[in-house]
């Protein structure tokens, strides 16, 4: 995977991600995307791309358990979270949805910062100042959840999970 990095700070929540003035757009998911991450950077969703990452910092995705708050960032192109550490029901929502969370040190990624992501190697490698960094190595029942696109579509292909 490689994408421009949009850092964001501490303690982003499910409402940073999406704001509760707009649970009308719960059945609404495109429209729902373009209000992505608006109330931690209201010029997020209009410049984000393809592939690009979400980096933050301590305690990314915290607050209620909304399942569609992963699904809206993925929905916008975001091929990825990297954060320092992450809620626990966010971390389990974002790969059931498909989209890898990655914890790691992100104190030397800068906003605008060009990276490349091997998910099985566990490496980060910042195309715009050289630094790599390390993750976790993703268990492989994850990663095969990730590949498929998320829990639903691994088990409408497998008909059950395989550990």
Same mark, same amino acid.
């Given at each position: ?10 303690n ?5 991600? &999406?704001? +509760? ?9 495109? $429209?729902? *995307?373009?209000? /992505?991450?608006?109330? =931690? ?12 990452? &979400?980096? +933050?910092?301590?305690?990314?995705g915290?607050?209620?358990?909304? $399942?569609? *708050?992963?699904? /809206?960032?993925?929905? =916008? ?10 809620a ?17 040190d ?9 990276l ?10 910042d ?31 497998y ?5």
């Amino acid at each position: 995977m490689k994408g421009k990095a949009f850092k964001f700070g501490d303690n982003i929540s499910t409402d940073h991600i &999406v704001p +509760g003035r707009l649970a009308h757009l719960r059945s609404n998911l495109p $429209e729902l *995307a373009k209000h /992505v991450l608006e109330d =931690a950077d209201p010029t997020f969703a209009s410049r984000v791309k393809e592939g690009d990452f &979400v980096v +933050g910092g301590n305690n990314f995705g915290l607050g209620s358990s909304r $399942e569609h *708050a992963p699904l /809206v960032i993925k929905m =916008a192109g975001v091929s990825a979270v990297l954060a320092k550490s992450v809620a626990r029901i966010f971390f389990r929502n974002a790969i059931n949805r498909g989209l890898p969370v990655l914890i790691c040190d992100t104190d030397k990624i800068d906003d605008g910062d060009e990276l490349e992501v091997d998910l099985k190697q566990g490496i980060i490698t910042d195309i715009t100042n050289g630094n790599r960094l390390t993750f976790n190595k993703i268990p492989d029942a994850m990663l095969s959840i990730l590949q498929e696109g998320g829990l639903m579509p691994y088990i409408k292909k497998y008909g059950d999970f395989q550990m």
